[in-house]
């Protein structure tokens, strides 16, 4: 039996009529469900293309960059540009903020990505993912600076990812709730899958890289140690455990069944602010996990209001069901006294 699916055209035209998106929104959305279609056909093809190495050079990170960073930054570049209402491009993978436009306008997109997530996973055929997020200018600019995208995630239009794992999904929020669509191979369409998705209250899995045990702050080794003490402990109900390395396929698994994610800042990262990125990868997943009825923080407050001080900057990450999250801020509150 076949289900009539919706395309991601047609759902996008809907919204437009139910929640006013606009047309230059439904075709940057458009462009950026390409570039995830030609990235996840790259990724495919990778051992035959040759292309799942690494590079001779460090992103901004100082990290090094995988010939797939580059390609899938480059494919998310050309595909952005094409919208007449982005004024800046912001990736990880790029020092600078890229502005297209010498005269940004109120209303104007800034657009931020993280074009390839978890790319350590490339090389032995594990989940990988590109994040997305859309800011509007709330003013005219004056002038072009790095400081003019430090703009808080609650001011967020639109954030999304795509997974390229099984098959490719994407999944967006405009803020009126989260959508999932996969790609039918062959079809060329996103089709929409998983509708109106939303998060449990609780949840009784967690994922953390547990091998950072030892760099870990207070109030993670608790929650940690009472989460794996299990029935007989004061949480009084057994955990599943889950790490993936990758943000995006930990997302899509809480946001499919449920549970809470932490990269929290600890003393080895705590130089650096933590791991994860504040504009590209906690902002729009603190977004889309918000949209689906779950909490992002970064132990202490709300990671969209977070006022950003640098457009690489890194931060602390727990998310996903609320009841969770809001267990681990209360750890970090009984450690503040
Ligand atoms: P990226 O590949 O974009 O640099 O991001 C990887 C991030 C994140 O997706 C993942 O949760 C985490 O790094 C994995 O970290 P560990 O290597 O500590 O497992
Ligand atoms: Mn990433
Ligand atoms: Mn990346």
């Known amino acids: 039996m076949t289900t009539e699916r919706q395309t991601l055209r047609k759902f996008l035209l809907q919204e437009q009529e139910k929640s006013g998106i606009g047309q230059d929104m439904m075709l940057l959305l458009e462009d950026i469900a390409t570039s995830c279609r030609i990235i996840a056909h790259q990724i495919r093809n990778g051992p035959f293309l040759d292309i799942l190495g690494t590079t001779e050079t460090s992103n901004v990170q100082g990290e090094t960059q995988k010939q797939l960073d580059v390609i899938a930054n480059d494919v998310f570049l050309s595909h952005c540009s094409n ?44 989940s990988v993912g590109s994040i997305f997020s859309v800011v509007e200018l709330e003013d005219d600019l004056a002038e072009l600076s790095n400081e003019a995208v430090l703009i808080k995630g609650a001011k967020q239009i639109c954030a999304g990812y795509s997974l390229y794992g099984p098959s490719t999904s994407l999944v967006f929020s405009t803020g009126q709730g989260v959508n999932g669509f996969t790609h039918k191979i062959g079809s060329g369409e996103f089709l929409l899958t998983f509708p109106d998705m939303k998060l449990p209250e609780e949840t009784e899995e967690f994922a953390i890289n547990a091998s950072r045990f030892r760099s870990w702050d207070a109030p993670i080794r608790r929650y940690v140690e009472e989460c794996i003490d299990g029935e007989d402990g004061v949480r009084g109900k057994s955990f599943n455990m889950r790490w993936t390395a990758s943000m995006v396929a930990e997302v899509h698994r809480i946001l499919t069944r449920g549970g809470v994610f932490l990269y929290p800042k600890d003393s080895a990262n705590a130089h650096m602010g933590g791991k994860l990125r504040l504009l590209y990868e906690a902002n729009p997943m603190g977004f889309i996990v918000e949209q689906a009825g779950g909490r992002a923080s970064t132990g202490t407050e709300r990671i969209l209001d977070v006022q950003p001080t640098g457009h690489h900057q890194r931060i602390s990450v727990v998310l996903g069901c609320k009841a969770e999250v809001e267990v681990i801020e209360s750890y970090f509150a009984d450690e503040r006294g």
């Open 83 to 126: 919208c007449a209402r982005v004024a800046a491009l912001v990736s990880e993978e790029i020092d600078e903020v890229i502005w297209l436009k010498d005269a940004p306008k109120k209303g104007d997109y800034l657009v931020y990505f993280d074009p390839l997530d978890g790319s350590s996973n490339l090389n032995v055929n594990l």
